[in-house]
Nanobody, 124 residues
């Protein structure tokens, strides 16, 4: 199960870096794509970013393009989400998920293993 960390409270315009670390399937980590999704209270889950198995392809939701960057370190079996220029609309619980097919992308049904989430709160 992936484990997210790095959430917290930040002022508008600030930055945070989220980390998704994997366990259990670490021997096969290199074959997995990983995605970040978020969910604000009362709203549906929203695609944020994804990265394919070798890092050659990245995907971003429209609302975060140009502000967020996803990357991975297969040696550390981790994926990172660098979030810059945060605004209150970015406030949500952020979830990391594994795609065993390796391609990633915005479709929820590609992902079969989800973390517990980490809270990001952006104050105005």
């Amino acid at each position: 199960q992936p484990v997210e960390s790095g959430g917290g409270l930040v002022e508008s315009g600030g930055s945070l870096t989220l980390t998704c670390a994997t366990s259990g399937r670490t021997s096969a980590f290199e074959g997995y794509a990983l995605g970040w999704f978020r969910q604000a209270p009362g709203q549906e889950q929203d695609f944020v970013a994804a990265i394919n198995w070798n890092g050659a392809k990245t995907y971003y939701g429209d609302s975060v393009k140009g502000r967020f960057t996803i990357s991975r370190d297969n040696n550390k079996k981790s994926v990172y989400l660098q979030m810059n220029n945060l605004n209150p609309d970015d406030t949500a619980v952020y979830y990391c998920a594994l795609d065993p097919y390796g391609e990633g992308g915005p479709l929820l049904n590609r992902y079969d293993d989800w973390g517990q989430g980490t809270q990001v709160t952006v104050s105005s």
